[in-house]
């Protein structure tokens, strides 16, 4: 049976696609297939950003087409037949799912006092229960709804929902005053009595524009800045029409500044004061009026060789000001800060155990990706670890740890000069003020890090100047703040190689007791559940005995992430129907496993068709112990395993997640140089997880 959920609101404004997105991605954790549907959308000549945002961020591969049921012009000129038409696409296109997200009209196009009414007809045409958004700003958003006006819209759109013969399944009041939350709760609980209500306060940064909407709006080019910094929000709007002692006094931080052109002097200023520490740091300025500015000017502002966006519009002043601050906040994709906050406010203000409870959503027997995903998060955050990430000059590397640090994954140390880090995380518009920034050089870091240093290598003929020097390298720095109980765990390489990475951790941490190699796995994660594959990045061809010792830490890394270890040696043979060198190294390495692990089962030799194949396993090694459904694949060399673990993740959509390193004392993780935002933020959770286990 397919659970949905309808989403909707009494009016535009209410932010209800960041609940919507909440709710997507909390039914997304707990059931394999889950989809959304948009019974309402904006018309054919334009894509319905919010409905390919929801669908890019659970990545579906329903197609966009078969989630819209109307556009907006077939509910004006016939709702009765709009209503048809969305309940034949809904019943098409939810064959085959678990749960669907429906999201309600935005009160953009249609802008009747009739679309709540239309709303609520379609849930209950659908069998969906309602939850109701309820905003809690009032048309002017600069005035915050009362406890007792919130109860007032609550009553009147619950006895409309009562007239449409809909199902209430809760409420959620958005974009509320961070100061009243409790009483504003409290008096929807007596409006709405024995329906759940959340409270979700307001947060600036999801209802600010990026500078990107700023350009868009005022049809604007971009004159001179690093376009990365387009996706920063503009949290306030400062109009520079005055003069430089004037204007100076009045900027405000991560606003975006309007110059008339022809202000040179006024531009200058405010270019020069983001650069000072001693003034805000600014979002962007919008140059208006179109003026040429004078070369001597142009020549100036590129010396000063700052990254602030300057965007030229031809309008004038004011027309400029207001099209900015008409602006509709949206939740775009390009903005991972506010994709971060949304989900943050949701995951802290919204009970999703009650949520899936009033929804009985059954617990899944397949686990898919974003499961998998939500699960280390999940576990990373019950008991939060220290991580150290050496690459502070990396972007990717400070908008995942912004993603860490919002959703409360881990605590981080990010090495870099502070001044330089924090600068280039503000521009970016990420929030890193939780982390702590710490430099390679630092005098007495350094002295206390090279005399360990010394003393760990002093056998290898390392004297005391050269480990002085040594250290200062970030992967050096970052490995001895593990080994040293500063840190709990480290994520490098996405700017560096894996040998950059690792081998301070050979140097400094070694191996556990019993494990004589460091070696790596990666975590795929199909359609429906997630394996193990090892060695796939780090020894090129392993002895038996190194073999047998991949295959054991590989077991308990499975172990630890919740995959029931059942592994499978793997060669170009299976049993006894091949021979040569490769094949009988295979043997002894399971033998060897076979040793030392007990009440696991292992299979080996065998080709990978009869290790994840049952039926093939029957036809070729019918006294198999995995029968068919290995968990754990151990590659002969790194040869096999790296290129086998890129064809499946290329060939059949899986996702890879890793390497992981095992094997080692504390936790060091590598990354690829490719790493995207979310396979960073991947491996942090999944080295808090490792660093949970480790006793020291």
């Known amino acids: 049976m397919v659970r949905s959920i309808y989403v909707t609101s009494a009016e535009g404004g209410t932010g209800k696609s960041t609940i919507a997105l909440g709710i997507l ?43 819209v049921g109307v556009g907006y012009e077939d509910v004006h000129n016939d709702p009765e037949g709009a209503l048809s038409r969305i309940v034949d696409r809904y019943h098409s296109m939810q064959a085959g799912l678990d749960a ?41 958003p600069a005035f915050a709804r009362t406890a007792e006006a919130m109860s007032q819209l609550a009553e009147v759109a619950t006895a409309e929902l009562v007239q449409e013969h809909a199902t209430l399944l809760a409420v959620i009041a958005n974009r509320v005053d961070p100061g009243q939350p409790d009483q504003i709760k409290s008096s929807l609980q007596k409006a709405v009595p024995g329906v759940p209500v959340w409270v979700v306060p307001e947060d ?34 400062v109009v520079g029409a005055m003069g430089m002692n004037n204007i100076l006094p009045r900027l405000i931080e991560g606003s975006v500044v309007v110059v008339p052109a022809d202000r040179t002097e006024v531009l200058l200023a405010v270019l020069m004061a983001n650069e000072s520490g001693t003034f805000p740091s600014l979002a962007g300025i919008v140059l208006n009026g179109g003026f040429e500015l004078p070369e001597p000017v142009v020549r100036l502002i590129d010396g000063l060789r700052s990254t602030l966006p300057i965007i030229t519009t031809e309008l004038g002043s004011y027309d400029t000001a207001v099209r900015i601050t008409r602006i509709r906040p949206r939740l775009a994709a390009d903005s991972q800060r506010k994709l971060d906050t949304a989900r943050q406010l949701f995951e ?5 155990a009650e949520l899936l409870g009033l929804l009985d959503i059954q617990q899944p027997t397949v686990q898919t990706p974003l499961m998998f995903e939500y699960g280390l998060i999940e576990r990373a955050r019950s008991d939060r670890r220290h991580i150290v990430l050496p690459e502070g000059d990396d972007d990717r590397i400070l908008r995942a740890a912004a993603t860490v640090l919002s959703r409360g994954i881990a605590d981080l140390t990010i090495l870099g000069e502070e001044i330089e880090v924090r600068s280039r995380a503000i521009g970016l518009g990420l929030d890193i003020q939780q982390a702590a920034v710490l430099s390679s050089f630092d005098d007495v870091l350094r002295l206390k890090f090279s005399e360990e240093y010394h003393r760990l290598r002093e056998h290898k003929g ?86 047998a010792d991949i295959a054991v830490s590989a077991s308990e890394t499975a172990s630890q992430f919740g995959i029931e ?41 065998i080709q990978y068709d009869a290790a994840a194949d049952a039926a093939v ?9 995995v029968d068919g459904s290995a968990t754990v694949f151990i590659f002969p060399d790194l040869n096999t395993g790296n290129n086998t673990y890129k064809a ?34 991947n491996t942090i959770a999944i080295t808090a997880i490792q660093a949970q286990s480790v006793k020291r």
Not at 32 to 48: C, H, I, L, M
Not at 125 to 130: A, D, K, Q, T, Y
Request: hydrophobic content about 45%; charged content about 20%; some cysteine.
């Open 25 to 67: 991605e909390t039914l997304a954790r707990s059931a394999a297939k889950v989809g959304v549907f948009r019974p309402v959308a904006r018309s054919n000549r334009e894509q319905d950003y919010v409905l390919e945002l929801m669908l890019a961020q659970i990545e579906s591969e329903l197609d966009y087409e078969a989630c």
């Open 100 to 140: 669907v997200v429906i999201l309600g009209s935005d009160y953009t196009d249609v802008g009747s006092p009739t679309e709540l009414s239309f709303n609520l007809k379609v849930a209950a045409n659908l069998g969906s229960p309602v939850v109701l958004v309820l905003g809690g700003r009032q048309a002017d």
């Open 204 to 237: 600036p940064v999801l209802v600010a524009p990026t500078m990107r909407s700023v350009m868009q709006a005022t049809d604007g080019a971009l004159f001179r800045g690093d376009a990365e910094l387009l996706d920063r929000e503009a949290l306030g709007v």
């Open 348 to 352: 802290v203000n919204v009970d999703a």
């Open 462 to 547: 390392v004297t005391l100047d050269r480990a002085r020097d040594t250290v200062t390298d970030p992967s050096y720095f970052g490995t001895l703040m593990v080994h040293m109980g500063m840190a709990d765990g480290m994520v490098s390489g996405a700017a560096h190689t894996t040998a950059h990475t690792v081998r301070p951790a050979f140097e400094i941490i070694k191996t556990k007791e019993g494990v004589s190699i460091v070696s790596s796995v990666f975590f795929m994660a199909l359609a429906d559940r997630v394996l193990v594959y090892g060695d796939c990045a780090v020894i090129p061809d392993p002895t038996a005995e190194q073999l």
């Open 565 to 605: 270890p059942r592994i499978a040696m793997l060669s170009y043979s299976t049993g006894d129907s091949g021979a040569g060198a490769g094949v009988d190294k295979v043997k002894k390495a399971t033998a060897l496993v076979r040793n030392r692990l007990h009440g696991i089962p292992v299979d080996g030799p």
């Open 617 to 625: 396993a029957k036809a070729k090694l019918p006294d198999s112990e």
């Open 648 to 681: 499946v993740q290329r060939s059949a959509g899986a996702l890879a997640i890793g390497p992981v390193m095992q094997g080692l004392r504390l936790p060091v993780n590598d990354l690829s140089r490719g790493a995207t935002v979310d396979d960073i933020v």
